[in-house]
C-alpha cells in the first residue's frame, strides 16, 4: 500500500499546530479578557478540528479546510498576539507540506507510470 507523502506530512503539521493551539487556550484564560468558556472553546475547538481534518486528509476537501484553519490560527493573533508570529509559521509549513507532498505524490506517480510502461 503506498501512502501518500502530501497526506502524512499534513497530518503532522495539524497535529503539532493542534498542540500549539491547545496550549493557546490557558493563555486566553491568563492574559487576555476572554472568558474561560470562549477561550475553551476557540483554542480547545480549533485544537480538535485540526486533529479531525488530519484524520480526514483522504479526502480533497479536507486541505482546503486545513487552509481555513491556517487563516484561522492566524487571526487568533487578535487575541493572543504571539498567534500571529505562530500562526503564519504554521501556515508555511502547511504550504510548504501540502505543496512539496503535491509535487512528491505526482513524480512517484509518473515514475510508476513509466516503470509500468516499460516493464510490458
Not at 495539524?14 to 492574559?31: H, K, N, Q, R
Not at 479531525?52 to 481555513?68: D, F, K, T
Not at 493572543?80 to 501540502?98: E, R, S
Request: net charge neutral; aromatic share 8%.
Amino acid at each position: 500500500m503506498n501512502r501518500s507523502p502530501r497526506r502524512g506530512m499534513c497530518a503532522a503539521m495539524l497535529t503539532l499546530e493542534a498542540i500549539t493551539l491547545g496550549l493557546s487556550t490557558p493563555v486566553m484564560i491568563a492574559l487576555t479578557d476572554v472568558g474561560t468558556g470562549a477561550a475553551l472553546g476557540i483554542g480547545l475547538g480549533l485544537a480538535a478540528v485540526c486533529l479531525v481534518l488530519a484524520g480526514l486528509l483522504r479526502a480533497e476537501w479536507a486541505y482546503l479546510a486545513g487552509w481555513i484553519v491556517q487563516a484561522a490560527a492566524i487571526a487568533l493573533g487578535f487575541v493572543v498576539p504571539a498567534m500571529f508570529f505562530l500562526g503564519i509559521v504554521f501556515g508555511l509549513l502547511w504550504g510548504t507540506a501540502d505543496l512539496l507532498g503535491r509535487r512528491i505524490d505526482r513524480e512517484r506517480a509518473e515514475a510508476y507510470a513509466a516503470h509500468a510502461a516499460g516493464s510490458e
